[in-house]
T-cell receptor, first 115, second 113 residues
Framework: DTEVTQTPKHLVMGMTNKKSLKCEQH?????MYWYKQKAKKPPELMFV???????INESVPSRFSPECPNSSLLNLHLHALQPEDSALYLC??????????????FGPGTRLTVL | AQSVAQPEDQVNVAEGNPLTVKCTYS??????LFWYVQYPNRGLQFLLK??????LVKGSYGFEAEFNKSQTSFHLKKPSALVSDSALYFC???????????FGKGTRLSVIA
């Protein structure tokens, strides 16, 4: 299985809602990533988990809360988001985060709209 | 600090013609270079990477890229473009340490029938 899956595909939420994005991989990868991508822009790194521990937080606002329950799963909990948080949220995984040569495998993304 | 430049926002090419999407990079150490493609409303798909060794790297779907250390470039090429190659292409770099992957701004490739 060489796939990264993400659910849901689309999500519409109000600014007071709480929701979660889910990501799963079964490639035995030990690094997992969350990216935010605005239209026609490159992905922006948000968080990196290495061996289920948070290793990088790119100064992301606390209304985004990542969680890595086990080596195959990655969640992103959302609370009190702003309309400017509307974007495509991409999950990725790689063999590990320390080897520079390891390519990342991306999921299809969750299209988030905040009203 | 690492950086990547994709100097062209848009590249147009006729179907059957060769295509080139340009990328230059800057890293302090040895670079690891990647190309990804993104189709509309999809995630990024890995095409190819350069780690070390042969300067010409072959990847998926007939794409290849040439690493040029003196020009700090890693241009993506394909001998004969297909309409289905039309997509957004990202070049990315990281150095040999534990640093995040840095993406270029992307180049939109349009192959015209």
């Amino acid at each position: 299985d060489t796939e990264v899956t993400q659910t849901p595909k689309h999500l519409v939420m109000g600014m007071t809602n709480k929701k979660s994005l889910k990501c799963e991989q079964h490639m035995g990868h030990r690094a997992m990533y969350w990216y935010k991508q605005k239209a026609k822009k490159p992905p922006e790194l948000m968080f990196v988990y290495s061996y289920e521990k948070l290793s990088i937080n790119e100064s992301v606002p606390s209304r985004f809360s990542p969680e890595c329950p086990n080596s195959s799963l990655l969640n992103l909990h959302l609370h009190a988001l702003q309309p400017e948080d509307s974007a495509l949220y991409l999950c990725a995984s790689s063999r590990d985060s320390s080897g520079g040569a390891n390519e990342q495998f991306f999921g299809p993304g969750t299209r988030l709209t905040v009203l | 600090a690492q950086s990547v430049a994709q100097p062209e926002d848009q590249v147009n090419v006729a179907e059957g013609n060769p295509l080139t999407v340009k990328c230059t990079y800057s890293v302090s150490g040895n670079p690891y270079l990647f190309w990804y493609v993104q189709y509309p409303n999809r995630g990024l798909q890995f095409l190819l990477k350069y780690i070390t060794g042969d300067n010409l790297v072959k990847g998926s779907y007939g794409f290849e890229a040439e690493f040029n250390k003196s020009q700090t470039s890693f241009h993506l090429k394909k001998p004969s473009a297909l309409v289905s190659d039309s997509a957004l292409y990202f070049c990315a770099v990281r150095d040999s340490g534990n640093t995040p992957l840095v993406f270029g701004k992307g180049t939109r490739l349009s192959v015209i029938a």
